[in-house]
């Protein structure tokens, strides 16, 4: 930063502030959200409250910081710093840059603002904010403005994959789909049953999380598991060949293994359930002992066999899924757009499809929220996704470019939210983009 700067802070520049727990990164915060507003380079009547967003995870996070900047506006409106408290005093006015009495009146200013115009003070978690954002911008994602937010889908995917199975049976689409299932379902698992309904709708739950972190659409792979199955077939000819001349002395767990594999006659076998051909050149032998030519020919005759039923099982394995949840999303879309709803883990999603396909602009989207941001605050940035950060990247962007400023503060080693896409390596990343500034 320019150590020649006349005030405080300058416009159109990015803070970083990484500290582990408990190092005063709240304080920081409020701190730099109070420069904001008691900024020297501003006219006494000047507060730019509406035009500052603080962003936080948690609702108890957004009640903290709001807490801590109220307390600290009153204490400096009415000098209430008991002697515990002069050094945080001294930091907060040499930080301001201006006397002790201009200090107390902006002060005063500040929370009367705050009291008469509350919903100006914009210090909310980021679900609450995108929800904003899309209440001004529904009809882009067909709702209207007093669509209703559930907390989770369940319900909703239970309905429709059960109108899914009963629609299959004039459908032939979804007919295949769960025919093609069941198929692999049966042959690749160990179930207990042979309806698989409640793992159907096990992975369509989960596939929709996914879907919801990460923004994007599945791609479609190949679905040809009869080339599987084929290669299964040779694969176990290959095993009756070799199970023929098991060698004294060869491994127990190896003649074992493939002892059970011709104990089940079942060419569906499972990848587990065969030696670990791919693991050793040469099957494996007892101290002492060593195999014969013409078994070690056929032991490695198998070993890319079963290489290439690896890469296969792995390729074929989720085209079916896809197809599945794609029938299954398609239903559900049409019961939730009926019920003019909307779920609190697609927020994002919805949010990114509004702003990545440029269905609204920038400027739109500022007369949406009807305010327009020139400072952004974040809060434990280490736990944003990369979705949550698309949805804000724009706005941050053209509010540095017009002079405004990005504060965020975070601890990459306490990264809690990766199951919910969280990504840690944003931290340095966000701060490498912006760097011009």
């Not at 006349?6 to 408990?22: D, I, W």
């Not at 697609?346 to 007369?367: F, H, P, Q, T």
């Not at 053209?398 to 965020?408: C, K, V």
Request: hydrophobic share 40%.
């Amino acid at each position: 930063m320019n150590a020649e700067r006349k005030y405080p802070f300058q416009p159109a520049e990015v803070l970083v502030v990484e500290a582990s727990a408990g190092a005063g990164k709240t304080y920081a915060l409020a701190k730099r959200y109070l420069n904001l507003l008691i900024n020297p380079g501003l006219k006494p009547d000047e507060i730019p409250l509406k035009s500052i967003l603080a962003v936080t995870f948690t609702n108890k996070a957004t009640a903290e910081m709001k807490e801590r900047i109220l307390e600290f506006l009153k204490r400096l409106a009415f000098d209430e710093f008991g002697d515990n408290d002069k050094q945080r005093r001294a930091d907060l006015c040499q930080t301001f840059g201006i006397g002790n009495k201009e200090i107390q009146q902006k002060a005063v200013k500040i929370m009367d603002l705050i009291i008469s115009d509350y919903d100006l003070f914009q210090v909310q978690t980021i679900d609450s904010f995108i929800n904003a954002l899309l209440t001004g911008c529904a009809l882009h994602i067909d709702r209207t403005a007093a669509f209703r937010i559930k907390d989770t889908p369940d319900k909703h995917i239970a309905y429709s994959l059960d109108f899914l199975i009963e629609e299959s049976a004039k459908n032939k689409d979804a007919r295949k789909t769960l025919e093609r299932f069941v198929e692999q379902y049966l042959s690749a698992s160990k179930p207990a049953g042979w309806f698989p309904k409640k793992k159907i709708f096990d992975v369509i739950v989960r596939l929709y999380e996914v879907s919801n972190i990460y923004g994007m659409a599945f791609n479609q792979g190949k679905d040809d598991y009869g080339v599987v199955i084929k290669l299964k077939k040779e694969i176990f000819q290959k095993i009756e060949e070799l199970s023929a001349g098991i060698p004294e002395g060869q491994n127990k767990n190896t003649t074992n293994k493939i002892k059970k594999v011709m104990e089940k006659r079942n060419e569906y076998f499972q990848l587990g359930d065969l030696p670990y051909f791919y693991k050793y050149p040469e099957p494996p032998m007892n101290k002492g002992y060593v195999a014969p030519d013409e078994y070690i020919k056929k032991w490695r005759g198998i070993i890319p066999l079963t290489e290439r039923l690896s890469e296969l099982e792995a390729i074929t394995k989720y085209p079916v899924y896809v197809n599945l949840f794609n029938l299954i999303l398609e239903q559900f879309s049409m019961i939730a757009g009926k019920e003019d709803v909307l779920f609190l883990s697609e927020l994002n999603r919805k949010a990114a499809d509004i702003i990545s396909n440029e269905k609204v602009g920038i400027a739109e989207l500022y007369y949406r929220l009807a305010t327009r941001f020139k400072h952004y605050l974040l809060d434990e940035f280490q736990d944003t996704s990369e979705l949550q950060w698309r949805n804000l990247e724009l706005m941050i962007d053209d509010a540095l470019a017009s002079g405004g400023s990005l504060f965020y503060v975070g601890d990459r080693k306490q990264a809690i939210f990766r199951f919910r896409g969280g990504e840690p390596r944003l931290f340095k990343q966000v701060a490498d983009d912006f760097k011009h500034y």
